[in-house]
């Protein structure tokens, strides 16, 4: 499903069906109440939330268990919706706002050029002589083995392909 108003206005009816089935109402007794009948040597009006349940039901009925809760998701409801949407919006600018700083970078980077680092010097001479002349040497190695590896392929391509055995 696309993101969207469409979306949030779905997920407010899931919200509000399982605040209904999960609603048990104001079923309790206020401690004021309670401390009046024992002063008064009565007995309380409901011995839990499940008696009184079942008391407003049957006094009032079902919907009774539900009073007060339209005002209440008429004000939960939208305030809910605006929250979402502006939140997904801030996520959605934040993740542009982190892409266009990486492009920046990446933009940085491709400017700066490639960057060589600096040999370090072994034997700790200053004038680098040495140095070169081992670069240069170790340069010359390496295409010395590159041609000798080019030579065991060219053998290796004119050797001619093995005979198949007849049975």
């Given at each position: 499903m696309a993101d969207g108003l469409g979306t949030h206005v779905t997920r407010l009816r899931r919200g509000v069906r399982g605040a209904v089935a999960s609603n048990r109402g104001g079923c309790g007794e206020d401690e004021g109440d309670e401390l009046k009948a024992a002063a008064a040597g009565d007995m309380p009006a409901y011995t839990g939330a499940l008696d009184c349940a079942v008391k407003t039901v049957r006094a009032e009925g079902p919907r009774a268990l539900y009073k007060g809760f339209i005002p209440t998701i008429s004000r939960q409801g939208p305030f809910t919706v605006v929250l979402f949407v502006t939140l997904e919006q801030e996520e959605e600018e934040e993740r542009e706002e982190r892409g266009m700083r990486e492009e920046e970078e990446e933009e940085r980077e491709a400017m700066r050029g490639p960057r060589e680092e600096p040999k370090e010097q072994e034997d700790g001479d200053d004038d680098g002589g040495d140095n070169e002349e081992e670069a240069?040497?170790?340069?010359?190695?390496?295409?010395?083995?590159?041609?000798?590896?080019?030579e065991d392929d060219d053998e290796e391509e004119a050797l001619p392909p093995p005979k198949k055995r007849k049975k």
């Open positions: 240069i040497k170790e340069e010359e190695d390496q295409e010395n083995d590159e041609e000798e590896e080019d």
